[in-house]
C-alpha cells in the first residue's frame, strides 16, 4: 500500500482570506494549535489525526471556527451529522432545557423525551414501520439488523442465517458491522470469519459515470448473474436471512443500479428474508429524499439511522416493523436514547420538517453536480466519473490514463483548499467528496466549489512541474 500522505505540520505563511463566508489570517497550521495537535498525537491513536490540521473551536451553521479568527466553509457536516446546521439554535435550546432539569440519563427507564422522539420518527418512517430502537452508534444499528434479519430468519428454518453484503461497502467498525463492510483489508483483524456473510462485488464501475444505474434491465441482469455466482459457491439460496446495502457507498456517493436493487427486493421477497438500507451516511434529507433508498422504488424492512437522525450527538436507531423489532427480546443499551440526544434529535427533525431540508438538498443538487461536471471538463484525465444525488457528491480522481485511484492527489487538494477556507472530507481512497450541511447558503456553496476547483488546477499544475 502507498505511503500515506502527512498534512503540512509546520506553520506556514498563506494567502490571507476574508469574504463572507470565510475568513484565513493566521499561517497553517496555527502556530498556537501546535501544542494540541502535539497533545492529540501523544494522547490519541495516529488514526485520530487524519483529517485537517483545523483545531475545531466552535461551529455555526454552515461554518467552521478556530480560536485564532480562522473560519472555514464546511463541506463535511462533521462527517455527515449536521443536516440542519452546525450548532443549530432550536437543538442547543432543547438540550439546554434538559440540561438545566437537569435530566442528562435515564437508562431505558421510561422518559417523556424519548416516547417522543420515537413517536416522531415512526411518523416521518413509512407507513408500515410502527416501531423504533434507541443506540448510539451507526455501527450498532447495522449490527442489530443482522441480529434481527438472523432472528427472523431461524423463526423459519434454523440454518437460515445468510447475509447478503457489498464489496466496497461500509456498515461500521465493530466485528458484525465490519465483517458485513466490503473491505477485505479491514478485516484481516477479525480472523475466523462469518461464514454465513456473503459478499458480492458492488454491481456499480466506479470509473464510469452514473448513467449506468438508470438502465434497469442491465441491473437486473447483473444481479441475476450475481445471484448464479453465490449459488454456484454452493450457498442454498433458502438460507438466505437478509441483505444490507447503502443508499450510496460512501467513499464515492457510489448508487447501486436501481434495477439490481429493485431485483434483490424480489428475490428477499421469494425467500422470505429481509431488506436492510444503512442509512447511517445517507438518511435524513442527505441524498434530497428522507431516506436514501427511496431513489430505489423498493420497500425495505429495516432501516439504520445514525449520524444527522440526531443532528449533532450520538444518538442512532433502528426503524422496523413490530414483528421485526419485538423478535427480540433483549433490545436495550446503557446510553441507547439517552435524554440528551433524544432532545437534540427531536429538535433536529422537526427543524428539518419546518424548513424543507430534504427539498432543499434535492434543489441544491444542481449546482453541485454542474460545479463537479465543470470539474470533470477541465480535468477529463484526472476525474473519471462523478457520483451524487442532492448533497453527497464525489469525484473519482484517477492517474492519467489508468483505472489507478490517485489518492495522494486528493489529500493535497483539499489540503490546498483548506488553506483556502474549506474545511472538506479526507476519504483517502482517492475521491473528492462532499456534504455541506443542508442549509448551507448557495452563495458558500458555490464559493466552496469554486475554492476546490482552483485549489485542483494549482495542484495538478504543480504535481506536473
Ligand atoms: C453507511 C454507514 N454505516 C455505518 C456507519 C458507522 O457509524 P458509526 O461511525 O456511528 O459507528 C457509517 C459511518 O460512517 C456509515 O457511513
Redesign the pocket.
Known sequence: MAEEYLFNRIPKEVEKVETKNRRICTKLPVPESLPILERSIKYEPWSMNHQLLAVWDRAVDYQIFDKWGNIWIDFSSG??VTNSGHGNSGMVESIREMIDKPMLNSYYYPSEIRSLLAEQLVRMAPPDMDKVFFLT????T?ECALKLCRMHGIKQRKDKLGMISFGGA????TMG?QTMAGKPQAQAWIGNLDPCIYHIDCPTDAFEDMSQIYDEEKGQQLFERDIKILESQGVDLDTIAGAIF?PYQ?WAALFYPIGYIKALRAFLTRKNALLVS?E???GFGRTGKLFGYEYYGVDVDII?C??AVSGALPL?AVLSRKEIIDVDGSLNSTHGGSPIPCASALANLKYMEKHHLVEEAKRKETIIRDKFMQMKELFPDRICAVHGMGMAFAAVVVKPKTRELDVELVDRIIERAYEKGLMSIRTMTGTIKIGPPLTIPDDALIEGMDILIEAMKEIVREVKC
Do not use: L, N, P, R
Request: charged share 25%; aromatic share 10%.
Open positions: 462527517i455527515f452508534t451507526g455501527s450498532e447495522t461500509f456498515h461500521g467498525k458491522a447503502e460512501g444503512d447511517v451516511q445517507a439504520c445514525g449520524k442512532s
